[in-house]
């Protein structure tokens, strides 16, 4: 983590251990470079992060502000941690349905950006959140990528093994959403009837250089899931 | 606009114009600070933003690449800017059930930041793509901010009549995101069948000051509506 990350990360600790609300000022950027001992440079690196994150807004000439949403059990649809992390404050656990190498479908090659005959690691999941279903889960990993995964693995949080286990950088990723009705084999899953609706999340995952190497195809209970989005004035 | 944002802005549309794919090389820093004739810390300001709006992406020691999904006709859910900028290619009209001043529900209260002794403007309109139904929407707006709207005003863009007309500053804004079904109301506006999904959005967008101005609860028709989040590594 490079310096100006880990003084991100603090001061999204003070604001979360102080319980500061949305509106609530920050000290000015010298205070801050001298608390922190950076430069402004570093320190505005910083404060840019933050602002990315949602986690405080900056106002030219008026200072810097808390940004922070009241709701709580929402799940962050801009982290790219998946679940275990957003979800710190709830029990979500895993069932393994299915796992095995093999050739991708057709569509798993397209997102993916490899051939037919590529080697795969096909991943079927439900997920569960305080005991109740969250998501059913259907994931494909480019084998040449994601070169090793088993079942105690895949039990728990695929995304740190990646990047801990593997050391892989985990870039950019695309979500695509839907909303539909649940067929036969979802709502079994998830253990509702078919026709109620669903959450559709297709997300392809992308390594820092670009390269794809998940596809997932997510299923969401609708009873259990809700999503916060914040997002930024960079944006317009 | 500031410079950094207009050469963002031209290296945006050089990328659309040429079609550039996913991938694909942009100039290394060098060639760009001369070419837009701008200082190393300008054209890396535009870089960041282009980054963040998942258009590009950067990798240390190899350069800066084209970032571009490959589906189209998916609604942004990071742009601020209403649907007007996301469906350009589409035909997206509305039309206007209710409008007027009245005292805002306590859950609009709530959500604005104000008493609920406070005037709002209500309007509660059905938006069309393509002649089809999109969604169906109640929005509360702070009078004491956006003082005046009309009929007209609120046909086409209300956020553009905001930035231009009334040129307030827009600035962050939060989406909570639920899968639901419709209720009798909700689908006699768009023509479904009651029960059917629907995906319901509340949004509160805030003036770059941090006060929020509009609340708005939006029932899309999930036939319609599909949405991608291109999200960054920033965020992990």
Redesign the interface.
């Known amino acids: 983590m490079l310096k100006y990350q880990q003084i991100a990360e603090e001061i999204e600790t003070y604001i979360e251990e102080h319980d500061l609300q949305?509106?609530d000022k920050l000290p000015v950027l010298e205070t801050l470079m001298a608390q922190f001992e950076v430069s402004k440079s570093t320190i505005t690196k910083s404060l840019?992060?933050l602002e990315?994150?949602?986690a405080i807004?900056q106002?030219r000439g008026?200072g810097i502000?808390v940004?922070k949403?009241k709701?709580k059990g929402?799940i962050s649809?801009?982290?790219?941690?998946g679940f275990k992390k957003d979800l710190e404050d709830f029990n979500v656990t895993s069932k393994v349905i299915e796992l095995d190498v093999r050739k991708p479908t057709p569509e798993a090659a397209e997102n993916l950006n490899i051939g037919i005959d590529v080697d795969i690691y096909y991943v079927k999941r439900v997920r569960y959140i305080n005991g109740q279903t969250l998501c059913y889960e259907e994931s494909y990993y480019n084998k040449s990528i994601v070169t090793y995964l088993n079942n105690e693995i895949v039990s728990h949080s695929i995304f740190h093994y990646i990047r801990e286990g593997l050391g892989l950088k985990?870039?950019?990723?695309?979500?695509?959403?839907?909303?539909?009705?649940l067929n036969e084999e979802e709502a079994e899953y998830l253990g509702l009837e078919a026709g109620?609706?669903?959450?559709y999340i297709e997300s392809?995952f992308?390594l820092?250089?670009?390269q794809p190497f998940d596809y997932s195809k997510i299923s969401?209970n609708?009873e259990q899931?809700?999503?916060?989005?914040?997002?930024?004035?960079?944006?317009?």
């Open positions: 949305q509106g840019d992060l990315q994150k949602g807004f106002l008026s502000f940004r949403h709701r929402y649809l801009l982290s790219n941690q985990i870039g950019f990723s695309d979500l695509f959403l839907h909303v539909g009705q109620l609706p669903k959450l392809i992308h820092t250089n670009g969401y609708y899931s809700q999503f916060v989005v914040q997002a930024n004035s960079f944006l317009l």
